[in-house]
């Protein structure tokens, strides 16, 4: 009895200090508490627990295959967990291995059927797969079980208009909006679905609602100038690239889309620079500006025709 005592003071011991390390952000330290505590656990449900706050640390630290044997060790102990086949999805999914991860987020929803994030992930694999069908299938099954997720509405709002069904689009967005009005890309793939049914006024609106939950977003403000630029409404289409590179310096495509506006109204030496940037940021764009007839009118001047060798 002293013993078994002792074991539990041992363990809640170092499960205080792992946690109070972790809050702390000092992952190393957290994790050999972990496994200190691991030690002197001898309950299976308790050391499962343990295991997986090792798993999560190991993945947090870029240790993933650390991370996907402590969720093996998981899965030995307690082969019904769920969780520890979901946790080796997600590490598959982010090493881009999809089929694999497919394999595991299946087996985790095989385990639980109600395991909302795991239909989840599996439709965001369809989807990057082009596999509009099956993708939309699995969102609509995370909705079903996860009726506030803003994120799936979304998502199934955004493969809809991807197949120019813009009623169901639309439906899906708003659903995400009513859900969560805070979610920049529903309102940006709004903005995307108004400007596909010809209401400019309304996308250019809900472009700038997006650009106003997140400024950093560059795409809200490219998308934006389109508008612009196909009205021929050049300085228009400058002022929102302006203020798109402000906030991202690094989107290549800004640079190059504002180089375009300034070649249409005869601004030499603005084009030139935009144009030296977006090559900076991305050396492919030189063959696309060589044939890009938005600079015609630069063919013959020396700067540019050196900057496209």
């Given at each position: ?10 363990k809640k ?5 792992a ?11 957290a ?5 200190k505590a ?5 309950n299976?449900k ?24 402590t ?27 999809r ?22 992930y599996?439709a ?24 506030y997720?803003?994120m799936?509405y979304?998502n ?14 639309l ?16 309102l ?26 997140n ?16 009205s ?9 690239l ?9 989107a290549?495509f ?29 050396p ?13 009118n ?7 025709v050196?900057?496209?060798?």
């Open positions: 009895m002293d013993k078994k005592i002792n074991l539990r003071d041992k011991n170092y499960l205080i200090l946690r109070n390390f972790y809050n702390d952000d000092n992952k190393e330290k994790l050999k508490s972990y496994i691991l030690e002197f656990t001898e299976i308790n050391k499962v627990s343990i295991l997986y706050d090792i798993a999560l640390i190991y993945d947090e630290i870029g240790n993933k295959n650390k991370a996907l044997e969720y093996e060790k998981i899965i030995e102990k307690a082969p019904e967990e769920a969780g520890a086949y979901y946790g080796m999805a997600i590490i598959y999914d982010d090493k881009k291995e089929d694999t991860a497919l394999k595991y987020y299946f087996k985790a929803i095989d385990i639980d059927k109600e395991y909302d994030r795991a239909y989840f599996i965001n694999i369809y989807d990057e797969k082009k596999d509009k069908k099956k993708a939309i299938e699995y969102y609509k099954k995370t909705i079903e079980l996860a009726p997720d803003f799936a979304n199934l709002g955004a493969i809809y208009e991807e197949l120019d069904m813009y009623e169901e689009a439906e899906m967005i708003n659903k995400s909006i009513d859900t969560n009005p805070y979610y920049y890309k529903a940006f793939n709004k903005g995307v679905i108004k400007k596909q049914l010809g209401d400019l006024e309304e996308s250019v609106k809900y472009y700038d609602k997006s650009i106003e939950l400024n950093n977003y560059p795409y809200s403000y490219l998308n934006k100038s389109v508008i612009f630029i196909e021929k409404q050049y300085k228009r289409a400058i002022e929102s302006t203020e798109g590179i402000k906030y991202n310096p690094s290549e800004l640079y190059y889309n504002r180089a375009c506006c300034y070649s249409k109204l005869n601004k030499i030496s603005e084009t030139i620079e935009d144009l030296k940037i977006s090559i900076k940021l991305y492919r764009f030189k063959k696309i500006i060589a044939n890009d007839k938005d600079f015609d630069l063919k013959d001047n020396k700067e540019f050196e900057l496209i060798k």
